[in-house]
């Protein structure tokens, strides 16, 4: 007989912990001729096709304002190579600094979205504000990826998945069971 884990009481405020697995993000903006970026980690796929994602952008991050005014964002992907820069943006705010200068980061111009790219990132989305319904309430945000970048290589990048207190997971290997999906529910 398998041996199963025993469950005990757990702090509902905690369970975070065991929730955010998605790769941390650095969303870039830009609003009145000031460009910004934070961290993120609190995300999720909507749709595929249009490409909607949801960002829960704090309402007290400078971020918030540039986002919600000028209705667009980028989301780039960073990997382990940028996890002191990661913490730093994300302990930071852009109403006192400018952090592309501070830490060294180099700003492209989108092709759709006024906000800049990251070239230090492995990938970039470029967003604009599908649906706001939820940001009064939720501080959620509903984008459409419009446009995406993305380096050939590596295929699959290590990417930081944050687990709270100050701890990242590092994407790691990967396993397959493609022989079991039906489909249609591989894309
Ligand atoms: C690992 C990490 C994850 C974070 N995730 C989020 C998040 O999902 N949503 C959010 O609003 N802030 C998040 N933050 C906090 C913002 O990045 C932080 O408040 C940032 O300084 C905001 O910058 P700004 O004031 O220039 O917008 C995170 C910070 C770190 C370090």
Known sequence: MPRHPRKRDFPVAQVRRYLEPGPILLISSRWRGQAN???LGWHTVLEFAPSLVGLMISAGNHSFRMIRESRECVINLP????TDTVVR???????????????????????EVSAPL????????????????LVNRYNFFIFQVVKAHVAPTPKRPETLHYTGEGVFMVAGRT?????MFRPEILD
């Open 175 to 179: 396993i397959s069971r493609r022989a």
């Open 118 to 133: 990251i070239r230090e990132c492995h990938a970039s989305f470029e967003c604009r504000l599908h649906d706001a319904a």
């Open 37 to 39: 970026v934070m961290t």
């Open 79 to 82: 990997t382990t190579a940028l």
């Open 89 to 111: 943006i994300g302990n930071t705010t852009g109403a006192e600094i400018d952090k592309f200068a501070t830490f060294g980061l180099t700003p492209e111009e989108a092709t």
